[in-house]
């Protein structure tokens, strides 16, 4: 059974770092996409970013509103993915998922809450 | 970027009776390969979202044969044949043909 599992959101002031993770189980880690997205409070989904898989180099793509401050990662070791985000805005403010492709967008994670205020 | 609109943003159903929701794009969602990078995914309240339906029309496991998805291009629809209690949340159509992965705005199905 595949599963995901979120965990290093919390409250983190503007301008601030966090490091969010999302452990991987069920399937063979690196033959998979992994996908960030996020949904803030009563809004709707918004993609953040990728990264692809073994095959294709482990190469990124990412969201214009996080692209030079978030940086996707992951440790085929640890079977994790991970999204360190910087310089962190009060509109990051977010429930972020992990979701594994294959299908496109095929299996999510419960979230974890980033609050990004003073 | 590829704007996906979703109509109608909100619906109220009477359980057993279909219900349609369409989507369009601003841009053509058929890839080079043949495909058709269009999903549809189901936030049931409380939850995350799950995948219903990918590549227009195929249904993921476990997703009941009461959702059906169909369209080409720039236009598609996701039908429920009975609607039922249980699905009842905010369906979003998205495109992955394209960076940045956009998604509609979602709408939100009521049982009357």
């Known amino acids: 059974e595949v599963q995901l599992v979120e965990s290093g959101g919390g409250l983190v002031q503007p301008g601030g770092s966090l490091r969010l993770s999302c452990g991987a189980s069920g399937f063979t880690f690196i033959d998979y996409y992994m996908e960030w997205v996020r949904q803030a409070p009563g809004k709707g989904l918004e993609w953040v970013g990728r990264?692809?898989?073994?095959?294709?180099?482990?190469?990124?793509e990412y969201a214009a509103s996080v692209k030079g401050r978030f940086i996707i990662s992951r440790d085929s070791s640890e079977n994790s993915l991970y999204l360190q985000m910087n310089s962190l805005k009060t509109e990051d403010t977010a429930v972020y998922y992990c979701i594994r492709g294959g299908p496109f967008l095929g299996y999510w994670g419960q979230g974890t809450l980033v609050t990004v205020s003073s | 970027d590829i704007v996906m609109t979703q109509t109608p943003l909100s619906l109220s159903v009477t359980p057993g009776q279909p219900a349609s929701i369409s989507c369009k794009s601003s841009?053509?969602?058929?890839?080079?390969?043949?495909?058709?990078?269009l999903s549809w995914c189901l936030q049931k309240p409380g939850q995350p979202p799950h995948l219903l339906i990918y590549?227009?029309?195929n249904r993921f496991s476990g997703v009941p044969d009461r959702f059906s998805g169909s369209g080409s291009g720039t236009d598609f629809t996701l039908k429920i044949s009975r609607v039922e209690a249980e699905d009842v949340g905010v369906y979003y159509c998205v495109q992955g043909i394209k960076y940045p992965i956009t998604f509609g705005q979602g709408t939100r199905l009521e049982i009357k």
């Open positions: 590549e227009i029309s």
């Open positions: 841009q053509s969602l058929l890839q080079s390969d043949g495909k058709t990078y």
């Open positions: 990264i692809r898989n073994k095959t294709r180099s482990y190469t990124t």
